[in-house]
C-alpha cells in the first residue's frame, strides 16, 4: 500500500521548511556582499582576522568546557542517587532543574553579584579568576535543564539499580560505581548534555556581560552593532556549529560500546 | 561447620511482614535451593544475606562472622541475577575482571584468573566480546564467571535461569551445580521452579507466605512432605477426605470404601482427615493379576500424552476422580479412555495429611 499524496500536511511541511530556510538563505547571501558587485568570503575572512574573535571565542570554549566538567559532575552523581534512593524526590528535582527556564538569567546575575559582590563575606567578584568561577557557575544553572533531562533519560534506559547491587555484590564501593559503571554507561547522554551545555555557553550574553566578562555572546552583540556583514557571517557559521554538534551528538548516541567514533591510528593498540 | 546461618529472620516493608521467623543453617560447599511460589519472600531472603535488605529482626552470619550490619560490598559474596545485570560498558573480560580489580589483584594475575574462569564456563575466546553481542546463555555464563572470579565465601541466585529457554536452562543448571560442586561455594539459589530445585540442590527450604514450611533434601521434600502446603506444592497429588475409624492399625473410611494404611495413625479415632498420594503410586493392575495393597476398580475419563509419561484420569466409586502417571514403555499397551481399569496402591504410598 502507497501512502495516499495529502495536500494538507504538505503545505504545513512546505511552510515550515520556507520559515526556517528563507531567512536563513537571506543572511547567508548577506553575509556573502561585503565587496560591491560580487559574491566574496571577505566577510567571514574579516571576522577570522578580528583578534577579539579569538580571544572571545577561546575563553567562551573554556568556560563552556568548565562549566561541563561542573555540570556533569553535580548532575551525574545527583541523578543517579534520586533514581536510586529517593526515586519520590524525582520530580522536586527535576522541577528545580527546569527553574533555569523560568528564572531570566539577569536575575540569577544580579543575585551573583549581591551575594559575592566586594562588600560580601566572599568578594568573588573582586577577582578575575572568582569572576570566572561565578560565569562558569552560571552557565552550570542555565544548562542544568538540558544536562539532567539527557542524564536522567540516559539512566532510565539501563538498570541502574540492578547493576549497583551487581557491583556491589563483587565489592566495589559508591564512587567506583559512579565513576566505572554508571559514567561510561550514560557517556552518549553526558555528551548530548555536554553539548546542548556548550551551544547555550556559547550564545550567553547577560550572565558575561554583567559580569563583564569578554566572552562570546556580548562580543557577538558588539559586533552587531558596530558591522553589518561580519554578524551575519557569525550567524551562519554559528548553525553550522550548532548542526555539526548535533550530528556528532547522534554518532554518540547511536555508538555501541567498544566502538570508537573515529578509528585513531594513532592510538595504541586497545587490549584484546 | 556452617558457613552461613541464618538466625530467626524477620523483614517487614511498612506494615506487611513478608519474611517471618526465618532460619537456616549451610554447610560449607552446601547447594540449599529456596523454593516457594511468587511473593513468598524468597528474594528478600537472599537480599537480606547479600545485604541489599537490612533484616527488622534476626542476624546473618558468615562463616563466624555477623555481618548484619556490613555493607554489602564488604560482605564477599557472588550474587548472579534473573537479569545477568553485565555491565554493558565492560567487555567479557572486563567483567570478569571487575571483582578482582575491586579488590587490587595485580593484573598479570587478574588476566591468568579471567582466563581460568572463561574456561570454567566454556567460554574461552570470548574475552572481547560485549555483552550485547552474546546471546541469553551466554551472558547468564559471564555473570556466573564474573560472580566467582573473586572467590565468594558464598554465591548467591536469585531465577539466573527463568529468562532462558527451557533446553538453555537444563543443561545450565546442571554446569552451575558441576562448578559449585567443583570449587565447593556454599550457594543459595532461589527458584519458583520446583524441577530445578529438587535437580539442583543438597537441601530444598519450601517457602510459604515468608515463612520456611519445610527444610529437606529433595527426596525428604517430596517423598514425606511436612505440611499440607509442601504436599501439594511440590507434584501433583489425589487428595481423598477420610474419617479415622482405627488410629492404632489406620483404618479409615473413605469415598472408596474403608482403606488399611497399616501404621499408626497420631490422631483420635473419628478424626477428619486427608489422604494424599502421587498419581504415580497408582499402578495399573493387568488383567487378573493378583491384588497389591489396596485396589479399587475405575473407568478412564481422559488421557494425556506427555512424551515419558501417559497421565490418565479414572472415576472411581463414589465420585471419585484420581489422577494416574504410567510410563511410557516401548510396547506397552495403555488402556483408552471408557475403559474400565483396576487400580492398586500400597499402604505406605499414602500420605496422612491433617
Ligand atoms: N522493597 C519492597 N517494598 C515493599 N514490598 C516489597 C519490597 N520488596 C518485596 N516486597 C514484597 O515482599 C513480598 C515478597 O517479595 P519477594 O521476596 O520478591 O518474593 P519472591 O522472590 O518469593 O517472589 C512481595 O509481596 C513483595 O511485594
Ligand atoms: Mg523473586
Known amino acids: 500500500m502507497t501512502p495516499r499524496f495529502r495536500i494538507g500536511p504538505a503545505i504545513i511541511t512546505l511552510a515550515a521548511i520556507l520559515y526556517f530556510f528563507v531567512p536563513l538563505y537571506a543572511a547567508f547571501q548577506f553575509s556573502l556582499q561585503m565587496k560591491r558587485g560580487e559574491l566574496s568570503f571577505a566577510a ?119 547493576l549497583t547491587e551487581a557491583a556491589e555484590s563483587l565489592g566495589a564501593s559508591r564512587a567506583r560505581i559512579v565513576f566505572t559503571i554508571i559514567f561510561p554507561n550514560i557517556r552518549a547522554a553526558v555528551v548530548s548534555g555536554a553539548f546542548l551545555t556548550f551551544s547555550i555557553c556559547l550564545g550567553e550574553f547577560a550572565i558575561a556581560s554583567l559580569l563583564n566578562r569578554s566572552a562570546f555572546g556580548p562580543y557577538m552583540v558588539q559586533l552587531g552593532q558596530d558591522r553589518a556583514y561580519e554578524p551575519a557571517a557569525l550567524a551562519i557559521m554559528s548553525f553550522a556549529l550548532t548542526w555539526l554538534l548535533m550530528a556528532l551528538m547522534q554518532a554518540f548516541a547511536t555508538m ?16 584484546a | 561447620m556452617s558457613l552461613l546461618t541464618l538466625r530467626t529472620l524477620q523483614k517487614s516493608f511498612g506494615a506487611t511482614t513478608v519474611v517471618k521467623n526465618f532460619d537456616l543453617t549451610m554447610g560449607n560447599a552446601e547447594f540449599i535451593s529456596l523454593l516457594g511460589p511468587s511473593g513468598c519472600g524468597k528474594t528478600t531472603v537472599l537480599r537480606m544475606v547479600a545485604g541489599f535488605e537490612t533484616p527488622s529482626v534476626g542476624a546473618i552470619e558468615i562463616d563466624g562472622q555477623d555481618v548484619t550490619a556490613l555493607r554489602p560490598n564488604q560482605r564477599k559474596i557472588g550474587m548472579m541475577f534473573q537479569s545477568y545485570a553485565l555491565f554493558p560498558n565492560l567487555n567479557v573480560a572486563g567483567n570478569v575482571a571487575f571483582g578482582l580489580k575491586v579488590s587490587g589483584v595485580p593484573s598479570g594475575e587478574i588476566t591468568r584468573r579471567v582466563d581460568e574462569m572463561l574456561a570454567m564456563v566454556g567460554l574461552t575466546g570470548f574475552g572481547a566480546r560485549y555483552p550485547y553481542q552474546l546471546s541469553g546463555g551466554q551472558q547468564q555464563r559471564v555473570a556466573l564467571a564474573r560472580a566467582i572470579a573473586p572467590r565468594p565465601r558464598v554465591l548467591l541466585l536469585d531465577e539466573p535461569l527463568s529468562a532462558l529457554d527451557a533446553k538453555i536452562r537444563v543443561a545450565l543448571r546442571g554446569e552451575i551445580r558441576a562448578i559449585q ?16 530445585a529438587m535437580a539442583m540442590s543438597d537441601r530444598v527450604v519450601v517457602m510459604n507466605g515468608g515463612r520456611a514450611e519445610q527444610v529437606g533434601t529433595p527426596d525428604q521434600i517430596y517423598n ?76 478412564l475419563v481422559t488421557r494425556e500424552f506427555l512424551g515419558a509419561i501417559v497421565r490418565f484420569r479414572a472415576e472411581i466409586a463414589g465420585g471419585v476422580t484420581l489422577g494416574i502417571d504410567c510410563f511410557n514403555r516401548t510396547g506397552e499397551v495403555l488402556p483408552d479412555v471408557g475403559q474400565e481399569v483396576r487400580l492398586g496402591i500400597l499402604p505406605q504410598e499414602i500420605l496422612v495429611l491433617q
Open chain 1, 256 to 271: 555501541k560500546p567498544g566502538q570508537r567514533l573515529f578509528r585513531l591510528t594513532l592510538s595504541k593498540k586497545s587490549q
Open chain 2, 224 to 299: 514425606r512432605p511436612a505440611s499440607r502446603f509442601v504436599a501439594e506444592f511440590i507434584g501433583a497429588l489425589n487428595l481423598l477426605p477420610a474419617t479415622l475409624r482405627d488410629a492404632a492399625s489406620g483404618v479409615v473410611d473413605t469415598a472408596l470404601g474403608t482403606l488399611t494404611l497399616n501404621r499408626v495413625v497420631p490422631q483420635s479415632n473419628g478424626a477428619a482427615l486427608t489422604l494424599a498420594f502421587r498419581p504415580e503410586s497408582l499402578r495399573l493392575l493387568p488383567e487378573g493379576s493378583p491384588d497389591a495393597g489396596q485396589t479399587f476398580t475405575g473407568r
Open chain 1, 44 to 162: 567571514y575572512a574579516s571576522v577570522f582576522q578580528d583578534g577579539v574573535f579569538v580571544n572571545a571565542l577561546v575563553f567562551s570554549i573554556l568556560a563552556s568546557a568548565a562549566a561541563i566538567v561542573f555540570g556533569a559532575l553535580l548532575v551525574v552523581p545527583t541523578a543517579y542517587w534520586v533514581r536510586l534512593r529517593l526515586p519520590k524526590l524525582r520530580p522536586v528535582v527535576e522541577f528545580i532543574s527546569l527553574l533555569p527556564l523560568i528564572i531570566p538569567s539577569v536575575v540569577l546575575v544580579f543575585g551573583q553579584i549581591r551575594m559575592f559582590g566586594s562588600s560580601s563575606f566572599l568578594p568573588l567578584t573582586t577577582s578575575d579568576w572568582g569572576t570566572n568561577l561565578l560565569l562558569v557557575i552560571g552557565y552550570v544553572v542555565l544548562s542544568l535543564p538540558y544536562m539532567f533531562r539527557a542524564v536522567d533519560n540516559g539512566m532510565a534506559a539501563i538498570d541502574i539499580a540492578t
Open chain 2, 181 to 196: 560442586r567443583e570449587l565447593g561455594i556454599t550457594t543459595l539459589f532461589v527458584t519458583h521452579d520446583q524441577e530445578e
